[in-house]
């Protein structure tokens, strides 16, 4: 089913790259080619014994058959490549944020409580309460250490891929493991809020975005045969 639903979308973005309406798409690459070379089926074998899991059929498809990464919604899907040393790792802004050896956890589908966000937002310091400027950036690192132990610890992002940009450090999720495996998770954390569903699958997330690109650069799409 993930073979077809990517039959012909590499040509699409390919004619979407070459087409003179291609800048009113946002964030699409210029300059070279949109999207890397897909993964073979051996090298797809081999991350996905490196991260311990089978990926999402979705995924596995674009990988196999669109590419490693390259151009898809807002800043593009950020490519995975397998270093010198026989690493894999996803390549973006975030993607660091990845924990490889840790994709099989299931993704904790039990999210930060709301009630402990809120209050520690009514916490955060206030800088026009202190005299001393010194004193006010201590207790406001000492509140973003807080924040950060309950929004930014490891234990919330396990299972999922750090997959997209959309810009100002907020990023989009793949889970790739547990109850929401195959789902795309919108990450606001730099907003001071825990991660949230975007409702779509990757693969819907992706061709809904090629289609609407298609759309603003004024670029038929070339009907899939069945």
């Not at 596995?60 to 995975?80: D, E, K, N, Q, S």
């Not at 924990?99 to 966000?117: G, H, M, N």
């Not at 975007?198 to 298609?214: D, K, P, R």
């Not at 603003?216 to 045969?225: D, F, I, M, Q």
Request: glycine content about 12%; overall charge negative.
């Amino acid at each position: 089913m993930s073979t077809h639903m990517w039959a012909g979308v590499r040509e699409r973005v390919t004619a979407l790259a070459g087409s003179p309406g291609v800048e009113a798409v946002f964030g699409f690459p210029r300059g070279g080619a949109p999207l890397e070379e897909p993964l073979t089926a051996g090298e797809l074998a081999e991350l996905e014994r490196y991260v311990g899991v089978r990926l999402p059929e979705e995924y596995r498809g674009f990988l196999l058959h669109v590419g490693a990464g390259g151009a898809g919604p807002a800043y593009g899907v950020y490519p995975v490549r397998r270093g010198p040393d026989g690493a894999w790792a996803w390549h973006g802004d975030g993607a660091d944020m990845t924990l490889p050896t840790r994709l099989a956890e299931p993704f904790p589908v039990d999210r930060v409580d709301p009630a402990v966000l809120d209050a520690l937002l009514d916490e955060q310091p206030d800088e026009e309460e202190y005299d001393d400027e010194d004193e006010f950036d201590a207790a406001n690192d000492a509140w973003e250490d807080r924040m950060g132990d309950v929004l930014w610890t490891d234990e919330i992002t396990v299972g999922a891929v750090c997959l997209s940009t959309t810009g100002c450090a907020q990023r989009q999720w793949l889970v790739v493991s547990g109850p929401e495996r195959g789902a795309m998770w919108d990450d606001p954390r730099c907003d001071d809020a825990d991660l949230e569903p975007m409702g779509v699958t990757f693969g819907e997330w992706y061709l809904e975005w090629l289609a609407e690109a298609e759309r603003k650069a004024g670029v038929a799409a070339e009907p899939v045969s069945p």
